[in-house]
């Protein structure tokens, strides 16, 4: 996409900055949690739709920040092959995306002021992790991103943060079975930050940006890749096997083609062109195969 055909500072602008594709992994694994509680017969729909519209506030924040810090620390630059980007397109400038920043985690904090009305403290302390980690990912003085953390973040906060939290809010405590419905979709959330670290290792380096695949190199992101992949299909498997899942807990495993595919590609392609592809590719997984996962539930 050319920024030459974006008005700067219009809708399409901040749409683009939200990055729509990335939502899945905010929706999932609140669509997920509710999936779970639902199981345990303690499904509540108005916390369900405040977690559900909190996370993808945050997300969106999350998104905001990471444009404007990326932008600010030169790791977003004219030789970057990925998506297009706010502010090193020109399209808002920095100061907008900050603003931008504050109303969509203003957004998510008023949906945790209902959520802390339903569940307490603890939801307290989620939130509040919740924004500040999303802002340190990128931005402050040790940003997560830039020191080879990413990965853990993701899988934390869009796993079992996400997932736990909704189960939380709507049964009130934190099962077993919330822990491992929440691996799978926070190994897939980690697996697209995998490939865009792999694409990017040799301009992240210069700026500094010591993400895994720059720490330890491309042939070691791409075994991550291919453990975080394996551990979605293999815990589904395992519920059933354990009798914890009935057979539609094996329903993701209609995805397998498509991971498949992406496991070729990802371990054996550097083309910038082939790895943006498998990022779109990663983004599509997690929406399949945790719809599927999420649908196990509720069967």
Request: net charge positive; charged share 10%; with cysteine.
């Amino acid at each position: 996409m050319s920024s030459s055909t974006i008005r700067p500072g219009s809708t399409r602008a901040w749409f683009i900055a939200a990055r729509p594709a990335t939502l899945s992994a905010a929706i999932i694994p609140v669509a997920l949690g509710s999936a779970v509680a639902h199981a345990l017969q303690s499904f509540a729909l108005w916390p369900a739709l405040a977690a559900l519209l909190g996370a993808i506030w945050i997300q969106i924040g999350t998104n905001f920040a990471n444009d404007v810090y990326d932008y600010k620390k030169g790791a977003d630059t004219d030789s970057r092959v990925g998506p297009l980007r706010a502010a090193q397109a020109g399209i808002l400038t920095p100061k907008q995306l900050f603003g931008g920043m504050f109303v969509a985690f203003a957004m998510a904090t008023l949906c945790g002021l209902y959520l802390l009305s339903v569940g307490g403290w603890p939801i307290a302390i989620i939130g509040v992790a919740s924004v500040a980690s999303g802002i340190a990912y990128t931005g402050g003085p040790y940003p997560l991103g830039y020191n080879g953390l990413g990965d853990l973040f993701v899988m934390i906060f869009f796993g079992f943060v996400a997932v736990c939290g909704t189960v939380y809010v709507q049964l009130g405590s934190v099962p077993m079975l919330a822990l491992w419905a929440s691996i799978p979709v926070g190994a897939l959330a980690t697996s697209i930050l995998v490939v865009n670290n792999i694409r990017d290792a040799d301009t992240d380096v210069l700026c500094g940006k010591r993400t895994l695949a720059v720490r330890f190199g491309r042939r070691v992101a791409r075994i991550e890749y291919l453990l975080l992949v394996l551990a979605a299909f293999l815990v589904p498997s395992a519920l059933v096997a354990g009798g914890v899942l009935g057979w539609a807990g094996l329903l993701p495993w209609a995805s397998a083609p498509l991971a498949i595919g992406l496991l070729r590609k990802v371990g054996t392609s550097s083309d910038s062109q082939v790895l943006n592809q498998c990022l779109k590719g990663s983004a599509v997984l997690l929406l399949v195969h945790g719809s599927l996962f999420t649908l196990g539930f509720l069967l």
